[in-house]
């Protein structure tokens, strides 16, 4: 079956736009997270969604915004992006939000700003 | 706070056994993930622990010990494919299912 996948794979965007990622989890899974990961900070979470409600949500600046669909499709969205925000941004998904599921992960959207 | 250490390079001969060490400080600990990630792909599932023990799969074994934070990733019988990074990532009680990821060991195998 098909995987986790994510749209647009790379962009380039400017300090001050906004940017709105997408992500399509495998069929039947119904979490998606989202985590961001960058060369001096790895891999950290951003936030979680489950049923089209926020379950849970990183240390991240109120910037950083997600929302999932009644079909388990996921955005998240950056606005007034900052240099800083570069990073490659991956989408995961497992089949239900209990402890013990495997997470697997899309191949993430690379996101320049310069 | 929380915290997950992992050495940052190894490398290995093809063929070769490999210990990967991941040791953590957290606080309400619930389970323990080992992932794959090579260079411009997605991290890949390896291994799930959350009892004390070993687990293996493979040329892949998972070992924890809670006691003492410890984790550790064996790969046997290395092949050039294995050459990638390998993350540890903790779950928490407090952190609900986020996963709480190390920075990673980047692994290198040549022949």
């Known amino acids: 079956k098909a995987g986790v996948t994510q749209t647009p794979r790379y962009l380039i965007k400017t300090r001050g736009q906004q940017v709105t990622l997408s992500c399509s989890p495998i069929s039947g899974h119904r979490s998606v997270s989202w985590y961001q990961q960058t060369p001096g900070q790895g891999l950290q979470f951003l936030f979680e969604?489950?049923?089209?409600?926020?379950?849970n949500k990183g240390n991240f600046p109120g910037r950083f915004s997600g929302r999932q669909f009644s079909n388990s499709r996921s955005e998240m969205n950056v606005s007034t992006l900052e240099l800083g925000d570069s990073a490659l941004y991956l989408c995961a998904s497992s089949l239900d939000v209990g402890l013990g599921n495997t997470i697997y992960f899309g191949e993430g959207s690379w996101l320049t700003v310069v | 706070g929380q915290n997950i250490d992992q050495p940052t390079e190894m490398t290995a001969t093809e063929g070769a056994i490999v210990q990967i060490n991941c040791t953590y400080q957290?606080?309400?600990?619930?389970?323990l993930f080992w992932y794959q990630q090579h260079a411009g792909e997605a991290p890949t599932f390896l291994s799930y622990n959350v009892l004390d023990g070993l687990e293996e799969k493979g040329r892949f074994s998972s070992f924890l010990s809670r006691s003492k934070g410890y984790s550790y990733l064996l790969l046997k019988e290395l092949q050039m494919k294995d050459s990638a990074s390998y993350l540890c990532?903790?779950?928490?009680?407090?952190?609900?299912?986020?996963?709480?990821f190390g920075k990673g060991t980047t692994l290198s195998v040549s022949s």
């Open positions: 990532a903790v779950r928490t009680h407090q952190a609900g299912t986020a996963l709480i």
């Open positions: 969604y489950f049923s089209e409600t926020q379950r």
């Open positions: 957290t606080s309400g600990f619930n389970g």
